[in-house]
């Protein structure tokens, strides 16, 4: 589960760069943004938290893929250094596409001001620590919003029942 949230984000930013080839083709960025996107993405160690997620995709993808059948877990398994293997050869074609997520969104002066922090002990925590954090932070806002969720219904419920409705 702790690699879940990191997961969605890869597995998000994925799926936009795929599913917007062209508007990311379409938006020009400039040479020097693209370029400090790129250096950003290198101080983030994309390319190290793309890669680690391979493991967790093809774990995600067996149950699916194997439904209960041995001979199909069997080779499935034995696919596994094959698909690692290609993924391994794909890996800067993603982080080229966060970096032009990012040139898009932020100037080159921020990537360059970002870059640098990451490169610090405090954003190399920061980085170490953000799979835990986005967890916990998913679970404290689930939390609440169940109890929100319940206090509203119960007030919802309660004023209804005052206007003479029957619930």
Known sequence: MKHRRLYMAVASAIWL?????????????????????????????????????????????????????????????????????AFQGRVAEFSDAIAVVYARNFSADDLRTMAEFYRTSTGQRVLQKLPSVTQESSIAGQRFGQALGEEIRKQM?????KKGLDL
Do not use: C, W
């Open 157 to 161: 419920v309660e004023e209804l029942r």
């Open 17 to 85: 760069a795929a599913a917007t080839p062209h508007a990311a083709k379409a938006q020009a960025t400039s040479t020097e943004s693209l370029a400090a996107a790129r250096e950003l993405v290198s101080a983030m160690h994309m390319n190290d938290q793309a890669t680690a997620l391979l493991p967790i995709i093809l774990k995600n993808l067996r149950p699916t893929i194997v439904q209960g059948r041995a001979e199909v877990a069997l080779q499935y398994d034995a696919l596994i250094p094959k698909f690692t293997q």
